[in-house]
């Protein structure tokens, strides 16, 4: 490349490439101190604080980062956007200015003697129960804070917890309002259901031409296309870096039995955990649990507990306050009762793996990810002047990818979901990868390429946009039979909606009810019994006939009155109240009501504190700085 430079730089239009090099420097100079200076400009300033960009920029990567980790990388940087994290990042860090304002107002702080207590206490701080410096200092090191900086922030959050306990301390609501929730939520109703479905109502007369075309501009974002890209991709993932490495198996084989010692299984246990609010329960559990008796046998004898089984875990996976007495069981035996804050738990070992060295097939695609990421750094930093060249040059991607030997990938019209245009996704199991390849995808213009990105862990890719379709509404006749299939099942619903009415109007009794099912030629589904509290409880079985919505219209039925709404399976459902029956409550569940209530409640007036404090404040946003960070 430099002799390219060397044998043609006596010719005019090198001088004039070289001059703009120049001068590209000079502007890319004067743009960083620029950049410098309104990197420390306020993003947000609340009173006499000030939030810069380099200090949201920071919290903001920490919470795409947690949020990332949650959704294992399937959320892009536009969904974010569109949730409002920036909003929620923002909205706690000026909670957290206000709040320090006031302890400054107050004058209040806190001692280093509770600060340490605070900190010692910390589970995450502790070995075996005791506070242990090192694992201080090792999980600073991890979140990449010093010892300083992480005691500041302490201190500070442990003032702000404590002024916002002194005024919400002993805050809750009145025993009889608790009561009359708790019988409200846990009362059973018994319900009676008709399911009318839409797919089986049969059209009077088919629409016209008019009414379809009507119906298609009443609609017509519905139907409108978004926007549509196709890509070449030149991946190098981990088949493709091996192969280029030349990473074979006699070498992961070498590596293997060279870290043979390391690559070891540690002591697995399968555990199960029984959990109850009474010790006296507990005892009655233990006592069984030593008989012999299963703990899912034990939960069907005293219901009021809490099994949970978390399957095959190693030491650590454990809570430290029952780590070391679970691992010192034989397989079959129960720990004794364990009290903490949450309840008293018993512990059972049903299976025990002792450590083990990793086999090589279990430890090969490891070996393998780390001898590619030894070895790639050197090889990547060639291919990406290869390809940077050949593109400079005018090569296409597919030629590039022909003269290394190496596969080109091909998406035609897709559009930012992953998508093609029957709606489906292009990537079976989206990776990194993918989900990297489509951010770049729609960001590259038409022509252009988005030069070399790497993946962490999972290789690198180059792509160019052969082709944007903008996004827009197809003709009326290129999707008449669509808009006529979405025309006759909005009449089909809005038939069976009347029908439904009119069946929950007419309906003034549960034989009423029945006599019009048979008129109608439906099907009755009588003594569904349901309370409010397990409307949320996952997996209901009456979900698809009673959705939320319609429920919450159900439980404020009188007894044989009915009502009518959409339910989930395409249809809507007649629903009637047969009678009210008892409330189900046990002392426990009323107890942790109790608590969780008083703790809501708390929470608004916490919430609604720090807002009244915000009003005491001048706060202020820089909208365009902020549009800039998020674009």
């Known amino acids: 490349m430099l002799q390219v430079f060397r044998d043609h730089a006596h010719k005019w239009f090198v001088k004039i490439l070289l001059w703009l090099i120049v001068l590209s420097f000079g502007l890319w100079g004067i743009g960083d101190i620029i950049y410098k200076f309104f990197a420390h400009r306020p993003v947000v300033t609340v009173g006499k604080h000030d939030i810069s960009r380099e200090e949201l920029s920071h919290h903001l990567q920490k919470e795409r980062a947690r949020i990332n980790e949650m959704t294992k990388g399937q959320v892009t940087a536009q969904q974010l956007k569109e949730i409002g994290m920036h909003t929620s990042v923002i909205n706690r860090l000026v909670s957290q200015l206000v709040l320090s304002d006031e302890l400054d107002r107050m004058n209040l702080g806190a001692s280093d003697e509770i600060l340490k207590e605070q900190i010692q206490k910390m589970p995450a701080f502790q070995t075996d129960g005791r506070f242990d410096a090192n694992k201080f200092l090792s999980v600073l090191q991890q979140q990449g804070m010093n010892e300083r900086a992480f005691l500041k922030e302490a201190r500070l959050s442990m003032q702000r917890q404590q002024l916002l306990a002194s005024i919400t301390i002993g805050v809750n609501l009145p025993e009889s309002y608790k009561n009359?929730?708790?019988?409200?939520?846990?009362?059973?109703?018994?319900?009676?259901?008709?399911?009318i479905d839409a797919s089986k109502i049969k059209l009077d007369h088919p629409a016209t031409h008019e009414q379809l075309e009507s119906f298609y501009?009443?609609?017509?974002?519905?139907?409108?296309?978004?926007?549509?890209?196709?890509?070449?991709?030149?991946?190098?993932?981990?088949?493709?870096?091996?192969?280029?490495?030349?990473?074979?198996?006699?070498?992961i084989r070498k590596s293997y039995n060279a870290q043979k010692e390391n690559l070891k299984f540690p002591e697995r246990r399968n555990i199960a955990r029984l959990t109850y609010a009474q010790e006296d329960n507990a005892q009655k559990a233990l006592a069984l649990a030593k008989k012999g008796m299963s703990f899912a046998k034990i939960l069907k004898e005293i219901p009021e507990g809490e099994l949970e089984e978390p399957g095959l875990v190693v030491k650590e996976q454990i809570p430290e306050f029952a780590a070391k007495e679970i691992f010192a069981l034989k397989s079959g035996n129960c720990t004794k009762i364990i009290p903490t804050g949450f309840g008293f738990h018993i512990f059972q070992v049903t299976k025990i793996e002792h450590p083990r060295t990793a086999t090589f097939e279990e430890a090969k695609n490891e070996i393998e990810s780390m001898l590619i990421q030894e070895q790639k750094s050197g090889k990547l930093d060639e291919i990406r002047s290869q390809i940077?060249?050949?593109?400079?040059?005018?090569?296409?991607?597919?030629?590039?990818?022909?003269?290394?030997?190496?596969?080109?990938?091909?998406?035609?019209?897709?559009?930012?979901?992953?998508?093609?245009?029957?709606?489906?996704p292009v990537f079976a199991k989206p990776t990194a990868m993918h989900v990297s390849m489509l951010e770049k995808a729609f960001t590259v213009e038409q022509g252009l390429d988005s030069g070399f990105v790497d993946v962490p862990r999972e290789g690198a890719f180059v792509l160019s946009v052969t082709k944007v379709s903008p996004a827009h509404a197809p003709a009326f006749a290129d999707i008449a039979h669509k808009v006529q299939r979405d025309w006759e099942a909005e009449q089909r619903l809005e038939s069976v909606s009347k029908l439904a009415s009119s069946i929950a109007s007419e309906a003034k009794s549960f034989t009423l009810l029945n006599a019009l099912v048979k008129k109608h030629n439906l099907t009755l589904s009588a003594n569904h019994t349901l309370s409010r509290i397990e409307l949320s409880k996952q997996g209901r079985k009456s979900a698809d006939l009673l959705p939320v919505p319609l429920a919450e219209k159900a439980f404020m039925l009188a007894p044989e009155a009915a009502t009518a709404g959409r339910n989930d399976k395409g249809g809507f459902t007649v629903v009637m109240l047969q009678k009210t029956g008892h409330s189900k409550v046990t002392k426990e569940d009323k107890q942790k009501f109790s608590v969780n209530l008083d703790n809501?409640?708390?929470?608004?007036?916490?919430?609604?504190?720090?807002?009244?404090?915000?009003?005491?404040?001048k706060i202020e946003t820089n909208q365009e700085m902020l549009a800039q960070m998020m674009d």
Do not use: C
């Open 180 to 195: 009359n929730l708790v019988d409200a939520l846990t009362r059973e109703k018994v319900f009676a259901f008709v399911e």
């Open 217 to 251: 501009e009443q609609y017509k974002d519905k139907y409108t296309i978004p926007e549509l890209r196709s890509i070449t991709a030149l991946v190098l993932d981990t088949k493709v870096l091996r192969h280029i490495l030349g990473i074979t198996d006699e070498q």
């Open 388 to 424: 940077d060249d050949a593109i400079a040059s005018g090569q296409t991607l597919a030629d590039v990818a022909a003269k290394m030997k190496l596969v080109v990938h091909t998406f035609e019209n897709i559009n930012a979901k992953g998508q093609n245009l029957e709606g489906k």
């Open 600 to 617: 809501m409640i708390q929470a608004d007036i916490s919430s609604a504190t720090v807002n009244a404090l915000k009003e005491l404040h």
